[in-house]
């Protein structure tokens, strides 16, 4: 069993700044990759960032910089470094893996979700 948890979502005012964490628990063998989304009310869920287990992001086009994915192989964690955040950014953020437990193959995971409020 893999559970993931987020945290670090919250309220904050158009041009501050959260860190989002992604903690996966259990009998993991290896973590490939790491990824956050977010999906506003009526609105599909949406890609914000991508990381490899070596380190290698993406972003959405959209985010022009403001957002910065990082991993740590050792804690199996995923982070999010929003800055600059605007109210469009407002959303529910999810985290998800890809992961290989001791007993099975890469199998992808998906935390449980952290509201991020932007204010004006």
């Known amino acids: 069993q893999v559970d993931l948890v987020e945290s670090g979502g919250g309220l904050v005012q158009a041009g501050g700044s959260l860190r989002l964490s992604c903690a996966a628990s259990?009998?993991?063998?290896?973590?490939?990759?790491g990824g956050w989304y977010r999906q506003a009310p009526g609105k599909q869920r949406d890609l914000v960032a991508t990381?490899?287990?070596?380190?290698?992001?993406t972003y959405a086009t959209s985010l022009k910089g403001r957002f910065t994915i990082s991993i740590d192989n050792a804690k199996n964690t995923v982070y999010l470094q929003m800055n600059s955040l605007e109210l469009e950014d407002t959303a529910v953020y999810y985290c998800?893996?890809?992961?290989?437990?001791?007993?099975?193959?890469?199998?992808?995971?998906w935390g449980q979700g952290t509201q991020v409020t932007v204010s004006s």
């Open positions: 998800n893996m890809r992961l290989a437990t001791t007993m099975s193959g890469l199998y992808t995971y």
């Open positions: 259990g009998s993991i063998r290896s973590l490939n990759s």
């Open positions: 990381i490899t287990r070596g380190g290698s992001p």
